[in-house]
C-alpha cells in the first residue's frame, strides 16, 4: 500500500518549518533591542537599512509579532518591516479575547482576529505613528467593551 507519501519527501520541509535564515535572527536581535511596550501593546520596527546591514533578505512573515505577542501584560503586537520600494509591512498579533483583524482590514489589509496584516505606503515612521494610534485607540475600545459585558444577557422588560 503505498500513498505517495515517503519520509524523503518529508523530512526536508519538516526542517525547514520554523526555521529562519541567520540574518532573520540577527533582524530579531536589532527589532528586539528596538522593543516598545506601552499600556498593553508591543511593538517595534525594521528599517531597510538595518535590514541590509544584517543582509536580511525578507521572505514574508518575520515572526517577529509572534514574539511580541507572548510577552506578559501584552494583549496586541505590531512589527513594521520597511520594504524596498518605501512600502511598510505590518504584521499584527493579539492575544484570545482580543481582535486585530479590524485594523488590519480598515487599513486595506487582511486575516483573522488573532493574526493579521497589512502593506501601507511610507515613510517607515508615518505608518508607525498612523498605525499606533489606531492600535491603542482600538485596544482601550476593546477593552472597555470587555469591561461592560458582564457576561449576562439581557432580559426582556
Known sequence: MHSGWTLRR?????????????GAARMWGAALSR???????????LPLS????????????????????????????????EREDG??????????????????????GGGHKLASGCLLPGPLEQAERDVLALLRGELARQREAAASDDGRHPQPG
Open 35 to 45: 522593543l516598545e511596550v506601552a499600556d498593553g501593546l508591543a511593538w517595534t520596527v
Open 50 to 81: 538595518e535590514q541590509q546591514t544584517f543582509g536580511y533578505e525578507p521572505q514574508g512573515d518575520t515572526g517577529l509579532p509572534n514574539v511580541l505577542v507572548n510577552i506578559e501584560t501584552v494583549q496586541m503586537a505590531a512589527a513594521f518591516t
Open 10 to 22: 518529508w523530512l526536508p520541509r519538516r526542517r525547514r518549518h520554523g526555521r529562519r535564515p541567520l
Open 87 to 108: 512600502k511598510v509591512e505590518v504584521g499584527f498579533r493579539a492575544v484570545p479575547g482580543f481582535d486585530v483583524a479590524g485594523i488590519a482590514l480598515a487599513l486595506g
